[in-house]
Nanobody, 123 residues
C-alpha cells in the first residue's frame, strides 16, 4: 500500500488549501482508518485530523473549525481542507492509514502506513 500526498504550497495568512492523499495498492476502498499529521521544524509530529471507516472524525483542538477531513472511497482518496491558515500551521503534512484501527485517532503510533508528506507554508 502506498500513500501519496499532494496539494501543499505557500499561502498567505487567512488563505486555504486542499490537501489530498491518494492510496494505492489495496482493493478494498474504505477499509482503512485515515489520518493527517503535521511536523514543524524542531517539533514532534502531531495529529491534526482523522476519519474512521464509518466517516466519524476527530480533530486537534488547534484546528477545529478551520480544517475538514473527508474521504472519497471510490477514488481511494482522503482530503484535508485547510482554511483560515495561520503562520503556526506551517509544517510538513503527512497522510497515514491503518487497516486495524477501528476508530479515529490522532496518535502517531496507531498508524502503520505513512506517506512522504506535502509542505504547507503560511507566510
Amino acid at each position: 500500500v502506498q500513500l501519496v500526498e499532494s496539494g501543499g504550497g505557500t499561502v498567505k495568512p487567512g488563505g486555504s488549501l486542499r490537501l489530498s492523499c491518494q492510496a494505492s495498492g489495496y482493493s478494498t476502498s474504505g477499509s482503512y482508518c485515515m489520518g493527517w499529521f503535521r511536523q514543524a521544524p524542531g517539533k514532534e509530529r502531531e495529529g491534526v485530523a482523522s476519519i474512521d471507516k464509518n466517516g466519524k472524525t476527530d480533530y486537534a483542538d488547534s484546528v477545529k473549525g478551520r480544517f475538514t477531513i473527508s474521504r472519497d472511497n471510490a477514488k481511494n482518496t482522503v482530503y484535508l481542507q485547510v482554511n483560515s491558515l495561520k503562520a503556526e500551521d506551517t509544517a510538513m503534512y503527512y497522510c497515514a492509514a491503518d487497516r486495524w484501527l477501528w476508530r479515529a485517532s490522532l496518535v502517531n503510533r496507531d498508524y502503520g502506513l505513512w506517506g512522504q508528506g506535502t509542505q504547507v507554508t503560511v507566510s
